[in-house]
T-cell receptor, first 113, second 113 residues
Framework: DVKVTQSSRYLVKRTGEKVFLECVQDMDHENMFWYRQDPGLGLRLIYFSYDVKMKEKGDIPEGYSVSREKKERFSLILESASTNQTSMYLC????????????FGEGSRLTVL | QQQVKQSPQSLIVQKGGISIINCAYENTAFDYFPWYQQFPGKGPALLIAIRPDVSEKKEGRFTISFNKSAKQFSLHIMDSQPGDSATYFCAASIESGAQKLVFGQGTRLTINP
């Protein structure tokens, strides 16, 4: 079974703190994604990566950065957390190619006070 | 702007009934339309998907109906069961777009026993 693991299920941070969200997949997938889930807005793509050290902006990249130093690990970074970044963050991975199934982690719920 | 619009936001159906969730899209370049199912505390998981060369796809009790001219697609759940209670997301992508899915807003489905 594909497993996408998000190391932190719940985090509480203060405004201005630097936040790291970590994601690891065990299926040797080329593509990895970070989505943000908010009620009434669905899932919105923040960043994705199609190879190590490669990244591409999604629809809402402002205030976020990412790092992919190893194929299995994709990190989302909030350089200076703000209250409007309080949300559920979902990591996903998929085999390379144009379409196909995304495998999601269970999510990291971030609260910024 | 929301490229994929999903309705209703919430839906209550009696056990054994038919659940219907609708989505409409704007970008005519979209050519891959999956549905994801999300249970509380879990990440979304692929349920069923369709490409626009067919008007319908059925897998068990789940059917996608696709209307290319109207730019609409819908999920029908026949003989709905309490275990189907979940949040459902429609999505769309461009086949050349490296799995960059655009999601609808989500529908919270409750099946009453």
């Amino acid at each position: 079974d594909v497993k996408v693991t998000q190391s932190s299920r719940y985090l509480v941070k203060r405004t201005g703190e630097k936040v790291f969200l970590e994601c690891v997949q065990d299926m040797d997938h080329e593509n990895m994604f970070w989505y943000r889930q908010d009620p009434g807005l669905g899932l919105r793509l923040i960043y994705f990566s199609y190879d190590v050290k490669m990244k591409e902006k999604g629809d809402i990249p402002e205030g976020y950065s990412v790092s992919r130093e190893k194929k299995e690990r994709f990190s989302l970074i909030l350089e200076s957390a703000s209250t409007n970044q309080t949300s559920m963050y979902l990591c996903a991975s998929a085999t390379g190619g144009s379409t196909g199934e995304l495998f999601f982690g269970e999510g990291s719920r971030l609260t910024v006070l | 702007q929301q490229q994929v619009k999903q309705s209703p936001q919430s839906l209550i159906v009696q056990k054994g009934g038919i659940s219907i969730i609708n989505c409409a899209y704007e970008n005519t370049a979209f050519d891959y339309f999956p549905w994801y199912q999300q249970f509380p505390g879990k990440g979304p998981a692929l349920l069923i998907a369709i490409r626009p060369d067919v008007s319908e796809k059925k897998e068990g009790r789940f059917t996608i109906s696709f209307n290319k001219s109207a730019k609409q697609f819908s999920l029908h759940i026949m003989d709905s069961q309490p275990g189907d209670s979940a949040t459902y997301f429609c999505a769309a992508s461009i086949e050349s777009g490296a799995q960059k899915l655009v999601f609808g807003q989500g529908t919270r489905l409750t099946i009453n026993p």
